[in-house]
């Protein structure tokens, strides 16, 4: 790392503690060197670039004649400092210049380190996990002690091992939860302390070694008012440790079972002594679990009992302690008048944690602590994580559970008041054995036994997690605040990372997705486009093995702008056409390097060299760049758009306006719901709403109609009629197009036709008795009304039951429910015949695609009809058990929203990589008749596709690699064109820089979508095995090879990736890959078909669903309430929430609300009074209820689909329901908890790394 760039601050920034972390990063600047080939724009050209920016169109130049090539002049940005075009230097400065965003470490006083562990930085806290290695019991009260004769460090001063190590830089951010560190035989005796052990001088670290920079360490938060962070295990050793120094115990009180008497030394000298004068016992060894004569050997690998003192050279039973003379196990206590390990203190009168619990169902032994859950035996007190027995004092001695604490106003116990002395929180999760904050408690029953860990439950055994059959964990655990937080990630990354982002720098990783910012195209596509999950490329492929990080694209290319960024300019070349590559038919764009005077381009991607024709020829200046080239949009954007010739037109023939085909299911189920009545009274206005193409004052989108039933009908509404004509294909077997002309129309011109027809409709199907329905005919026939009119186009199709009817398409009701989950649930996710799967190919053929609205109240079948929409690039909306009172305007709200959103039809995409790499492998809602080309009948700005790149060679070291993305479509308003987004990468060598440069909702998001398509080729548990393995596999290499030395109980995450163990656990437990049979079949294929679409800030929500407390809103202000973790811990009684993931909608009220609340919103007088079987929410004429409604409204403009609101009343049944979204907490169907399952990848870890 350039020692340069780290500038560190003396004073750590506003409201956020200080430490290392924080110091170093936080003025680090991202900001690099200029992008090769983007050089200053030359003093004798600002002239021209001036013209330019105002929108006053290009200066021609002498050799160039005809008309401007750049048609949307407007589009081109002004000149201001918030949208600089084109770069001045590569660099972004002022305000908007970007800087590595700052370390959001958790900060705890830790006081447990390993004595073998390796202290290399006081930026590393620990957390201990429940899953400690095999080692001795009593490293479950393992404490780490200031050394003998040493001074503990100054709060805030680095180790004394890391000034002797030489450890000072790579651990800038690193993420570590601690977990117990495994003893060894490797490790050093327990008589020796390794910080006591001659230090070597340092070494310099091989570079694959290197602490990567960008990474943090999380763990217990810092006590309120603590500033600095404490060194390893030596500050606050002693602060948890039970019953606490100085505090003694009661004269009249007996000791506790199995912790030593106050012995005086002289009577301990004493006991000594006449064991060691006893003559030796030769003969048998003692029976298992039996203690051994005086002088008798013990046998091999036993303990002693519980409760007795073990013999001399015999290593004391978990939880005992040792005998005289004997040393104490490593974090063990010693005796009185014992010597402790070096750098150990003695402690006081600590209890000692029982070894070894009873077998379940059974009272505990003396000396022994209860089963969670199970009284102890009389006169034995109870677990220090139990409550006393209902109404039974605690016992004298006992320290009362934190979570049992004396409520307000009543006076603390004595053995309480020094534990009152802490600040708030701090003593929230203190285990009975004095366990360090943060330390992941044993869980029993979950994995393989440890010394000293709960044994399991009977049945229980190794479990995957999210198994239906594991069991509620006991309620001791860590604290999900002391994880990595995503609230806290993402408000971070939009206070460090909000503002302007320039995509001049090659490398560069973007802002979050949930980061407000406003893209600056210099050169790179913006990541609104096109998003990579790394944005520094192995150069070889053994190292993209290692790293088991997916190369891959999430690609938007109609992604909406925001704010003042610039939609891309469309070029026009005329008859030349868009200037192209000879060999791989790349596009223009600035990774093209002109040579030979301006006569020849060399192409960065095949490295082969064209002829530049005569139309576009231009002089170089004398830095090799064009004269023109600020003037030419395809020269310094990495997004803009060609208007394309009619060879890239179907038939050579340039291509007509799309239509909009509306195709109504007339069917009883839709007529008795209100859905044909509620269709034909909005569509007036919905179509009104058509979109209009870049450029032009209103939409050239044409219109048309069709019904059906068990019959197909279609509509002549010509605007010369004077009424609308109907006409009628009972045949269904052969589908045609009757008319010819008069079936798709300009809505403007036929509109008083339309609302005869719309009229008419209702009152014609209003008696219909019609059940059994087709519907792939309906479907062909839309088909070829596009065919018949030589045009693309969508059509919304309204369909309500199984199609049963004996015509094409037939279906059989295969509903099945109880097989998802099983290795058997791909026969009922998979299509159960070919005809629909054939009718999407169709459809791409012919550029038509199918939107379809579902209203079933059954079973539909969606997984073998929406194939149709899978293949064509269409969508699914689902409404089950529709009516049109409650779910109307959200139909009419999902329709405007689809027809009205920017759009293209009858596309073809294709990705082109540089040499060595290649696209293999793509996930998304289309058609591919070949390996390289993605055929998509329309796309519009909520959908997205993911693209997988693999290495074909080693790459260059010192060259990037560039990826160009080409999408040729037909607009909305009937022209061709071509958007080319264009991408660069840095080559790396290093795994530190590839994971400083990952892009974790991106690499999720891929897991997504791939992850739909291989549960289709795979039973669920080989999917869900093989994405814990992946995240594992990431994780382990990181653990390997970037990070420094450490104990081997320590979790590592990387900056970037430190939340991936969230988000694989929010993938293990969503609707689209875990539903098991409280799921019904439709639901899960509908949740499968909507992962496979959406686009990257849909996938951010769907998967961590947003949680914001509306209790106490600001009535005056117009953001939006900050969210909360998404975990029903954070919900209060008195509280009300709002949950959602772009589907679903919940309002949460507890059964405390204040009244002034309910009746201002609700109109009632307490939540008990609140209709909650009404959808939405009621209008009334003041500020809070304002406030709630605008809340509500903002939400759902966010979202790309109309949200149904529920309102769940605390305690109501529908509780259960919204529980299932605290994708935090500990699922229903015994799926884990986040910290349990983060405890499950830590092993899965550590298995890896030994």
């Known amino acids: 790392m350039n020692p340069q760039s780290n500038a560190y601050p003396q004073q750590p920034p506003q409201g956020w503690p200080s430490n290392n972390i924080n110091q170093q990063m936080a003025n680090m600047n991202l900001a690099g060197p200029p992008k090769p080939g983007m050089p200053p724009m030359p003093q004798q050209y600002q002239q021209q670039y001036a013209g330019f920016n105002n929108n006053q169109g290009p200066t021609p130049t002498a050799s160039m004649s005809g008309p401007s090539p750049i048609q949307n002049l407007n589009n081109y940005p002004t000149n201001n400092n918030n949208n600089q075009f084109p770069p001045t230097n590569g660099m972004q400065n002022g305000p908007g210049a970007m800087t590595m965003p700052q370390s959001m470490a958790n900060k705890v006083p830790v006081g447990h380190l390993s004595p073998s562990a390796n202290v290399v930085a006081p930026a590393i806290s620990q957390i201990p996990s429940g899953f400690p290695p095999t080692s001795s019991p009593s490293q479950m009260q393992m404490q780490q002690q200031p050394q003998q004769g040493q001074r503990p460090p100054i709060p805030g001063e680095p180790s004394i091992a890391l000034q002797q190590n030489g450890y000072n830089n790579g651990l ?52 309120p008012g603590s500033n600095q962070q404490q060194s390893l295990g030596m500050q606050q050793s002693n602060q948890f440790s039970s019953p606490y120094p100085n505090q003694q115990r009661t004269p009249s009180m007996p000791p506790m079972p199995g912790q030593p008497n106050q012995t005086t030394p002289q009577m301990m000298n004493q006991q000594q002594q006449r064991l060691q004068q006893q003559p030796p016992m030769t003969g048998l060894s003692p029976m298992p679990g039996q203690p051994p004569m005086p002088g008798q050997s013990p046998m091999t690998g036993f303990s002693p009992m519980p409760g007795q003192p073990p013999m001399v050279g015999q290593s004391p039973m978990a939880g005992q302690p040792p005998m005289v003379g004997q ?33 379940p169902g059974q009272p505990p032994m003396v000396g022994h602590s209860p089963m969670p859950g199970q009284p102890p035996m009389p006169g034995q007190p109870p677990m220090h994580s139990q409550p006393p027995m209902p109404g039974q004092p605690p016992i004298p001695g006992q320290t009362m559970p934190p979570q049992f604490s004396p409520q ?96 001049a720098q090659v490398g560069q990783v973007p802002p979050l997705v949930t980061t407000n910012f406003v893209t600056q195209d ?66 223009m764009s600035p990774y093209m390097q002109f040579t030979d005077a301006g006569r020849r381009f060399q192409c960065l991607l095949c490295k082969a060299t064209t002829d530049v024709p005569a139309e576009y020829f231009q002089h170089l200046d004398h830095t090799g760049q064009r004269v023109d080239k600020y003037e030419r949009p395809e020269l310094v954007l990495g997004t803009y758009e060609f208007v394309a010739t009619k060879d890239y037109c179907r038939n050579n023939v340039p291509p007509k306006p799309p239509a909009m085909i509306f195709v109504l299911d007339v069917s009883y189920n839709n007529v008795k719901s209100g859905l044909v009545h509620l269709l034909c009274s909005q569509i007036k206005n919905i179509i009104r709403n058509l979109p209009i193409d870049q450029g032009q004052t209103r939409t050239r989108m044409r219109v048309g109609f069709i019904t059906y039933n068990n019959c197909v009908q279609f509509y002549n509404v ?95 009701n295969r509903d099945d429910r109880k097989l998802l989950g099983t290795e058997k649930e791909k026969t009922v996710l998979t299509p159960q015949s070919n005809d629909y799967n054939n009718l999407g190919q169709e459809c791409v053929n012919a550029g038509c695609s199918v939107d379809l609205f579902v ?30 009172d409650i779910d109307g305007p959200r139909l009419i709200a999902d329709i405007i929203k689809n027809i009205s959103r920017p759009i293209a039809f009858d596309t073809v995409m294709r990705v082109r990589t540089s040499t ?27 959908k997205s596709v993911a693209v997988e790149i693999k290495h074909d060679d080693k790459l260059p070291p010192d060259e990037n690699v560039y990826v160009q993305v080409a999408l040729l479509y037909t607009s909305c308003g009937g022209q061709r064109r071509l958007r080319i987004m264009n991408l ?35 039973t669920p548990k080989v999917f869900k095995d093989n994405l814990v393995n992946r995240a594992a596999q990431i994780l382990a290499c990181y653990r390997k090879n970037c990070a420094s030395p450490t104990s081997a109980g320590q979790l590592i995450l990387p900056e970037c990736l430190k939340l991936l163990p969230l988000y694989v656990s929010c993938l293990l437990k969503n609707d689209a890959f875990s539903g098991g049979s409280d799921l019904t079949v439709d639901d899960r294929s509908y949740a499968m078909y909507f992962v496979s679409t959406m686009d990257l800030p849909t996938s951010v929500t769907f998967f961590y669903p947003r949680l914001i407390p509306i209790h106490n809103v600001d009535p005056d202000s117009n953001e939006l309430p900050a969210p909360i973790r998404c975990t029903s811990d954070k919900l209060t009684d008195d509280g009300a929430y709002i949950l959602d993931n772009g589907i679903y909608m919940f309002i949460y009220l507890g059964i405390g609300l204040s009244s002034e609340f309910t009746q201002s919103v609700f109109g009632a007088q307490s939540t008990q009074l609140i209709d909650t079987e009404r959808s939405g929410l009621p209008v009334f004429d003041n500020p809070l209820s304002k406030r709630i409604r605008g809340i509500v409204e903002s939400i759902q403009k966010e979202r790309t689909r109309c949200m149904r609101i529920a309102l769940v009343r605390q305690r109501d049944k529908l509780e259960a329901v919204l529980r299932h979204f605290f994708i935090e907490d500990r699922g229903q169907n015994g799926s884990e908890s986040y910290v349990d399952f983060l405890c499950f990848m830590h092993k899965e870890i550590r298995s890896l790394l030994s």
């Open 408 to 503: 307000s106003g009543m006076p603390p116990l004595p053995q309480q008041q020094q534990q009152q002395q802490y600040p708030p929180g701090a003593m929230q999760n203190r285990q009975s054995f004095s366990q360090p904050p943060g330390m992941y408690p044993q869980q029993p029953g979950q994995y393989p036994q440890q010394p000293g860990q709960f044994p399991q439950q009977p049945g229980m055994g190794q479990q995957y997690p999210g198994s239906p059959m594991q069991q509620a964990a006991p309620a001791r655990r860590l604290d999900p605040d002391q994880m990595p937080n995503p609230i806290q990630v993402m408000v971070e990354n939009q206070r460090t990372a909000g503002g302007v982002f320039s995509t």
């Open 984 to 1018: 660069a990468f840095k080559t790396c060598l290093q795994l530190a820089d590839l994971f400083r440069s990952c892009d974790l909702d991106t690499t999720i998001l891929f897991f997504a979508k791939q992850g739909v398509t291989k549960l289709l080729e795979h």
């Open 327 to 359: 040393s104490p196990m490593p974090g063990q206590p010693p005796m009185v008048g014992q010597s402790p390990m070096p750098g150990q203190p003695p402690m006081i009168g600590q209890l000692p944690m029982s070894g070894q619990s009873p077998m």
């Open 718 to 812: 010509k605007s010369t009629l004077a009424q609308p004509q109907m006409m009628v294909v009972g045949e269904v077997n052969e589908m045609f197009m009757p008319l010819l002309d008069g079936f798709l129309v300009d809505p403007e011109e036929s509109e008083s036709v339309i609302d005869l027809l719309l009229e008419q409709i209702p009152k014609m199907y209003g008696d219909t008795r019609e059940t059994e329905t087709i519907l792939l005919p309906a479907i062909q026939a839309g088909l070829e009304a596009l065919k018949a009119s030589e045009c693309a186009g969508k059509l919304l199709v309204f369909h309500s039951t199984l199609p049963v009817s004996n015509a094409p398409g037939q279906l059989k």
């Open 916 to 942: 060595g790499t290649r696209p293999t492998d793509f996930y998304g809602h289309f058609f591919m008749s070949n390996t390289t080309d993605m055929e998509i009948a329309s796309i519009d700005c909520d």
């Open 172 to 223: 800038e951010n690193q993420s570590a939860t601690n977990q117990r560190p495994p003893q060894t035989a490797a490790s050093p005796p327990s008589s020796v302390n390794p910080q006591m052990q001659p230090q070597q001088a340092p070494q310099e670290k091989s570079p694959m070694q290197n602490q990567l920079p960008g990474s943090q360490t999380f763990s217990s938060p810092p006590f």
């Open 522 to 587: 210099q050169g790179n596509s913006g990541p609104r486009y096109v998003r990579s999950t790394m944005y520094n490329i192995p150069a070889n492929t053994d190292m993209m093995k290692q790293s088991a990080v997916p190369f891959a694209l999430v690609i938007s290319p109609f992604a909406r702008t925001v704010g003042d960024e610039m939609s891309p300019p469309i070029v026009d070349f005329g008859e030349v056409g868009p200037i192209r590559c000879v060999r791989c038919k790349a596009y």
């Open 855 to 884: 209203f079933n109240n059954s079973y539909i079948d969606l997984a073998t009809i929406g194939q149709v929409s899978r293949l064509s690039g269409g969508e699914i909306f689902k409404y089950t058990y529709f009516q049109a």
